[in-house]
């Protein structure tokens, strides 16, 4: 008769002694915060985001970003939502488990983003470009801008997406 719980070759204990260290640091690595702070699962893509304030977002018919930097130069066409703004609707109690609502009310902007994967953490340069329906630049013009890593719940969590954003305003692109 074979018995199920057979000894391993003596040559397996080192491997063996190796990986309940790993699982002992891991574990005291895990307890290393009283109480471990959970890490959300948030999406956040890199790319460059732009935002178009009234009235100039009424008339832009179509937007596009050339993006440069070490040699290479990626293209985006935009595609433009309309944008809302947070209006309050008050609170009901005062403590800390109070109830407070607020709503989203169109504020005649436009908002749209540019997926750009290899997006580098330095400068980049930037010509955005907005045309009004009869193909007539509204804005044509070049920034330079730093995109920064995503942080959203602190670095314990790490980073997700590199992001920069646009804003326009009175026909002028600025870097936010």
Same mark, same amino acid.
């Given at each position: ?47 460059? %985001?732009?935002?178009?304030?009234? /009235? #100039? $977002?009424?008339?832009? *018919? &179509? =937007? !596009? ?5 070490? @040699? ?17 609707? %008050?609170?009901?109690?005062?403590? /800390? #488990? $109070?109830?407070?609502? *607020? &709503? =989203? !009310? ?5 908002? @749209? ?64």
């Amino acid at each position: 008769m074979v018995s199920r719980f057979q000894h391993a070759p003596a040559k397996a204990a080192p491997f063996r002694a190796a990986a309940l260290g790993a699982a002992l640091l891991a574990l005291a690595a895990c307890g290393s915060e009283n109480p471990p702070r959970p890490c959300p699962l948030v999406f956040s893509p890199t790319g460059i %985001g732009v935002d178009i304030a009234a /009235p #100039d $977002a009424s008339r832009v *018919a &179509s =937007a !596009s970003m050339r993006v440069c930097w070490n @040699g290479t130069c990626v293209t985006k066409r935009l595609v433009l939502q309309p944008s809302s703004t947070s209006v309050p609707l %008050g609170c009901h109690g005062t403590g /800390p #488990d $109070a109830v407070c609502g *607020a &709503s =989203a !009310s169109p504020d005649g902007g436009r908002h @749209g983003f540019a997926d750009i994967a290899d997006l580098p953490k330095s400068p980049v340069h930037v010509t955005l470009t907005l045309r009004d329906r009869h193909h007539r630049a509204l804005v044509d013009q070049e920034l330079v801008v730093t995109p920064k890593a995503t942080l959203h719940s602190g670095p314990q969590c790490g980073t997700e997406g590199v992001q920069a954003a646009l804003t326009v305003k009175n026909g002028k692109a600025t870097a936010r």
